[in-house]
């Protein structure tokens, strides 16, 4: 590659004609002087001129000589500690224990200090998440800590001792003489499985599940193709390509953190069976959208279309796709036939006709057994939204005589909330079980309050050979019990669910103890299912006739669910709701997201308040104009709106589950004739992509496989700019500290933002102030656009204190409160800290955050999940990236008590240890055994051994020791 001039605004020689000019948002495409503006405030205090007069200066300087003493005058807040008088059995004060547990279908690992769990970290000896969590899974212990949460049962919205409550129930249920049903989400708990089961035999009743953001299609689907029960297990590592028909599958769409697992070892280069090729066909940006190598934005009659002419392609079935979607149908057919096998089709649509044919696609292609399985799941009630349909005109016409809703809310997020209303009244007995009162423990009788899921008991099938445990890790600390408690009661059953749970695995030859050492036992718990014969016709016709290949029907209303709040369940977690959006980057709130060509054609800007309209319902919601929204759609998350909120920002937003529909058995998310209009009105959204610009810098590095494979340096030719070194090097004996972030593997899924809060105490300031562009999140994710802004490429890139080797922050601190440690680390003394912000001014890579107030937890309870190996930052101190500090003593303390030299792999920062894509890799650059000497060479020359490698802003020579590798894309 030539050394050419560029227009990059530097002289890193980079050649401007392969490299694609990158850009935040459609706002910051041209670079506005308002945008310096806002990154770079006005202090306070205007600096001293020559022009002031003797009356300012005087007053200027008095104040300045009367605030010192006042600064003695701080009340400090007392804190009391209580030793213990009888100390507990394995508890050792400093010392963390573990506890093996689950969440969500994520086998994770607990850690408590001194009895209170603080931290959640993926099970390494999971073969299904290989020690992978979500920033869902991450952010549920805080959960753990709601002082919102119910404190005991209820009758009659008062509060009640167990007993009464235990009581009037069976007496209610003893003499019902109707229909009763027992309502939960999909359940794949052998143990809870059993409990209902003798549940429904005392009382003759009815089990169904229920998801308010459904997969009851894929579950149909599966049944008409193979006869399974459940959703099928997908291979993404054994996949050469992957084409996704609107599934987010590494975001919201089944278990991601597998997904995610499995997908980026097919992302790495050096795998040996090469780079995958991902084509992504959706109706908006997803986090799966934005690592597809290939994106096409299309409505949702284009991916019917689309999906049709694969199928036709494949199986020689007459039909013509649209024009505009006949060279998708080619590429796509093209590429999935030369990886017969070895490839692998998903839908993420909620339409039965849609899911069958994507399994007759993965049929044709000879997929079965290699990328996709189906299975019959010996302990799996999987939800069908015909069943709860069904209840609610059974409850309608006064049939029922009791429904349990057991962590489920229907009564917020069931599609036709008059009728669900309707049926309620009508129903003698109506029992939700619940952590937290919702919309539905308002409408009922009896609400039983449960234990939160870190102070259960319980067990999950994960996967057809795996099995995870949950156990508590702290007593509960409310009145509750655990729903399946409950239950056993009302079923006559003896003991408590924990011996029954016992002694129903020692009888399976579980070695019990064991098993909830390591968290997970292998197993066979599932049957594969072969294909069967049936009537492919009747769901090819179904879709033909809907789809014209371009939408004749007005605006479409998509619904979709959020990486951190998805259906809704995580709304009231502070963590999540101050997590930015992978996608939009926005906190707090939700929107209508329209396309950039929609937005220009209708005067719509950012913060607009939208009317969206369909006969039955209707939001108003700002405008957020997102690249990669399809023509004639909006998108809106679900999640929000709430009517029943135990803290002030849940109620934020609007309820759009009223936009869906029932079709063919499934709930729909897609709806058609909608209307949408501006209200006039402006609102912010509090949004962390508007700063931080890096525009014009050479800050993203990508290229093609094609020319990968031709030179390894591909895309990271760059003239590396002559280094002239003002001060003496520092030492480099002993641990030397660095880190590495693979491009190609980050997904953006932000797990890593809030491991990183959950582990440093990082506070939550609110919407307000994260408007005011004051968020106090060490890493952030910066997310970078290029091409045509409807159908754009993406990269994430994970920044963060990039611990400079030259770094400029520490040269400016008058007080010494950040220096460089003989390790390498860039650190920060925070009781020296005075709060002038010179280095977060001298920061190139804009990654200091600094405590305006002193932020506040909502209770005392909600102090306990705080680290107690970090300080608690107060206001007027500037923070940042630590590098986790305190693992790395730890680990250093460990290895120096073992006797024993510290080992690659004994130390992971908390960003590291969460990622489920295994983008980061951190260790000890003398360590000639580490991966990260794989990567960096200690010297100042010639410092990378990794071609891919390269650190941000090198030109400033501030000498990182956190490097990039390019990004690649596979087309």
């Known amino acids: 590659m030539n050394e050419t001039n560029n227009n990059c605004g530097t002289s890193c020689g980079c050649d401007d004609s392969s490299t694609p000019t990158y850009w935040q948002d459609v706002e910051k495409k041209v670079l506005d002087p308002t945008d310096l503006k806002a990154e770079f405030k006005d202090e306070e205090f205007d600096s001293l001129s020559v022009n002031k007069n003797r009356r300012s200066f005087l007053k200027i300087m008095g104040f300045s000589v009367s605030a010192l003493p006042l600064t003695g005058c701080i009340k400090i807040p007392v804190r009391k500690a209580m030793p213990y008088l009888n100390k507990q059995e394995n508890v050792i004060p400093g010392v963390a224990n573990w506890y093996a547990s689950t969440y969500a279908g994520i086998p994770v690992l607990l850690k408590t200090r001194e009895g209170r769990p603080i931290k959640v970290e993926g099970n390494e000896k999971s073969q299904v998440t290989e020690g992978g969590a979500n920033a869902r899974a991450q952010a549920s212990v805080l959960s753990l800590y709601d002082h919102n949460r119910l404190q005991g049962p209820m009758i009659k919205g008062s509060q009640v001792e167990w007993e009464k409550f235990d009581k009037e129930l069976m007496n209610e249920l003893s003499s019902n003489g109707k229909s009763v049903y027992v309502v939960t989400p999909n359940l794949a708990s052998p143990s809870e499985l059993r409990v209902i089961n003798q549940f429904k035999s005392k009382y003759n009743a009815n089990h169904i599940a229920y998801e308010p953001y459904s997969n009851a299609a894929e579950l149909k689907a599966n049944q008409v193709t193979h006869g399974a029960n459940g959703r099928n297990e997908h291979d993404f590592e054994a996949a050469d390509v992957v084409v996704s028909f609107d599934a987010d599958f590494l975001g919201t769409w089944g278990n991601s953190v597998q997904h995610a697992k499995a997908y980026s070892k097919r992302r790495d280069v050096n795998h040996k069976n090469g780079l995958n090729k991902h084509y992504q066909i959706e109706q908006s940006m997803s986090l799966t959208g934005m690592s597809a190598d290939v994106r096409y934005t299309k409505t949702h009659n284009d991916i019917e279309n689309i999906m049709l002419g694969v199928y036709a392609a494949l199986s020689g079935y007459q039909f013509k796709p649209s024009s505009d979607n006949q060279e998708v149908v080619k590429k796509v057919v093209a590429d999935l036939q030369k990886a017969k096998g070895k490839s692998l089709v998903v839908c993420g649509c909620n339409d039965v006709s849609m ?46 005589g009791a429904v349990f809703f057991v962590g489920v809310n229907p009564g917020y997020d069931y599609y036709d909330q008059k009728r669900l209303m309707s049926g309620l009244k009508k129903v003698p007995t109506t029992v939700t079980m619940t952590t937290i009162a919702n919309e539905t423990s308002k409408q009922s009788k009896y609400v039983a309050a449960t234990n939160h899921t870190y102070e259960s008991w319980s067990d999950t099938v994960v996967s057809n050979d795996e099995l995870s445990f949950t156990q508590p890790a702290i007593q509960p600390l409310f009145g509750t019990r655990m729903w399946s408690e409950t239950l056993m009661k009302f079923a006559g ?68 669910q959020k990486v951190g709040v998805g259906n809704g369940d995580m709304v009231e977690n502070p963590w999540i709701q101050e997590m930015p959006d992978p996608v939009t980057k926005a906190t707090w709130d939700n929107y209508v997201m329209v396309s950039p060509k929609y937005a220009k054609e209708n005067g719509i800007t950012l913060g607009d308040v939208l009317k969206v309209s369909t006969e039955k319902h209707s939001v108003e919601l700002p405008a957020l104009v997102q690249p990669g929204v399809a023509d004639n759609t909006v998108a809106i998350a679900v999640g929000y709106g709430r009517k029943v909120a135990s803290k002030p920002a849940v109620d934020r937003g609007g309820n759009a589950y009223g936009f869906g529909t029932y079709h063919n058995g499934a709930f729909n998310y897609v709806r058609s004739f909608a209307k949408v209009s501006k209200t006039g009105a402006k609102t912010v959204i509090a949004q962390t992509q508007t700063h931080h610009s890096m525009e014009g810098r050479d800050i993203v590095r990508e290229t093609t496989y094609d020319a990968y494979k031709k030179d390894n340096k591909a895309g990271n030719r760059v003239k590396k700019p ?15 500290w660095a880190m590495s972030v693979d491009l190609n593997k980050c997904t953006g899924c932000s797990a890593c933002i809030v491991s990183c809060s959950a582990e440093n105490n990082v506070p939550v300031v609110g919407k307000e102030e994260v408007a005011n562009r004051r968020e106090m999140h060490w890493l952030r994710l910066d997310r970078y656009y290029s091409g045509d802004e409807n159908q754009p490429e993406v990269v994430n890139m994970p920044m963060l204190c990039q611990h400079c080797e030259n770094a400029p922050c520490e040269n400016v601190c008058p007080v010494m409160a950040t220096l460089h440690s003989h390790d390498g680390l860039n650190q920060q003394v925070y009781n020296r800290c005075v709060g002038t912000r010179y280095c977060a001014n001298n920061c190139p890579y804009k990654v200091r955050r600094f405590n305006w107030f002193n932020y506040k937890h909502e209770s005392d309870l909600e102090r306990m999940v705080l680290n107690p190996d970090v300080s608690v930052r107060k206001r007027g101190i500037m923070e940042k990236c630590s590098m986790c500090v305190q693992r790395i003593q730890e680990g250093k303390l460990t290895a120096k008590r073992e006797r024993r030299e510290l080992k690659d792999g004994d130390i992971k920062v908390a960003c590291q240890q969460s990622c489920p894509s295994n983008a980061i890799t951190f260790g000890d650059m003398n360590d000639k055994d580490s991966e990260i000497s794989k990567i960096v060479r200690l010297e100042r020359e010639n410092h990378f051994k990794e071609d891919r490698a390269y650190t941000v802003l090198e030109e400033l020579n501030v000498q990182p020791r956190i490097n990039y590798l390019t990004k690649i894309r596979n087309k």
Not at 722 to 736: A, D, R
Request: hydrophobic share 30%.
């Open 722 to 736: 002559k280094t002239v070194h003002i001060y003496p090097e520092h030492s480099k004996t002993g641990h030397q």
């Open 493 to 560: 059953m003896e003991g408590d669910f924990h011996k029954y749970m016992q002694a129903y695995w020692e009888g399976q030859g579980v070695n019990w103890n064991k098993a909830l050492h390591d968290g997970v036992v292998t197993g066979n718990y599932a049957r594969e299912a072969s294909e069967r014969s049936f009537d492919i016709n009747k769901y090819i016709n179904e879709l033909k006739s809907h789809t014209t290949g371009t939408d004749k029907k007005g605006m479409r209303v998509v619904l979709y």
């Open 355 to 400: 899911q069958v044919l994507c399994n007759k696609i993965n049929t044709l292609l000879g997929n079965y057994g290699s990328t996709v399985r189906a299975y019959n799941h010996e302990h799996f009630v999987g939800a069908d939204d015909s069943e709860f349909v069904n209840l609610v005109t059974q409850m309608n016409n006064g049939n029922v």
